[in-house]
């Protein structure tokens, strides 16, 4: 028996109910719906105002990686336990290459759902934090590369989580991008020392560990109608404290 998380199965749902329930967004994966067709899941027993809310998370994290693809056409992504997730055939330009990292038993579960492709690889890992993945990251300096944690550390327990930012902060080459979604009431922010920089994590106790390597990417760096849909979704997020769904953060190493 694998177990697949609601909100995978809510977001595998919003992106093949899309072209039909939101055709004003645009919006269409047709690898979604095929996966959904497999699966034979109900799709009535979730909301439309649900699903929306997920749409819009993930067409913002889209934005971010489509627009490092657009920087970075023969980059690499490294998504951490998606899920049911269907980027790599929204993303794909033909030249690009993604990994993904699922735990034993989903991968191979996962791997039945998907063609198969020579760029698109589905691999095993025990953890976020494993540094076996990191330290081959480090040994290809050279390939632009971009981690994606849609869901991966929003639900980790918070020493897996903890463990990743310590360990991307020692591991990880420069230049390495990730973007990630987060609780909102979770302590998570820019350095209060220098403004828009440095990350700063909460330990739930009033203490900050701070890692200077991992900066907030400028909202200046996105064209403009991404950077509003990336305010508008965090400040939503704020306003509700975290009960419109997650926020979202880029970020960068230096």
């Not at 929204?90 to 038993?105: A, C, H, K, T, Y």
């Not at 302590?187 to 330990?203: H, K, Q, W």
Request: hydrophobic residues 45%; glycine residues 8%.
């Amino acid at each position: 028996m694998v177990h697949v998380h609601e909100e995978d199965v809510l977001s595998l749902v919003g992106r093949a109910e899309a072209r039909r329930r939101f055709p004003d967004l645009g919006f269409s994966d047709p690898a979604a719906e095929n996966v959904l067709t497999k699966l034979e899941l109900d799709a009535g027993r979730f909301d439309d105002r649900r699903l929306r809310a997920s749409m819009m998370r993930t067409m913002v994290v889209d934005g971010i990686v489509r627009q490092f693809f657009e920087r970075h056409p023969q980059g690499l992504a490294v998504a951490l336990n998606p899920g049911l997730c269907t980027r790599f055939s929204r993303m794909d330009n033909g030249v690009l290459r993604w990994i993904e990292l699922e735990p034993p038993g989903f991968a191979e579960f996962k791997s039945s759902l998907f063609d198969p492709s020579e760029r698109h690889i589905i691999a095993t890992c025990c953890s976020v934090g494993c540094t076996g993945w990191m330290r081959r990251l480090r040994g290809a300096e050279d390939v632009p590369t971009i981690l994606i944690a849609q869901g991966a550390l929003l639900r980790a327990h918070v020493a897996d989580r903890d463990a990743f930012f310590l360990r991307a902060a020692e591991w990880l080459p420069a230049g390495t991008e990730l973007v990630m979604d987060y609780d909102a009431k979770a302590p998570i922010r820019p350095s209060s020392l220098r403004a828009n920089v440095s990350l700063e994590v909460g330990d739930g106790c009033g203490g900050w560990a701070r890692f200077p390597r991992m900066r907030f990417v400028s909202s200046g760096e996105y064209a403009p109608r991404l950077a509003h849909e990336l305010s508008g979704l965090n400040a939503v997020s704020r306003l509700f404290k975290g009960n419109a769904g997650p926020s979202v953060a880029h970020l960068r190493f230096v």
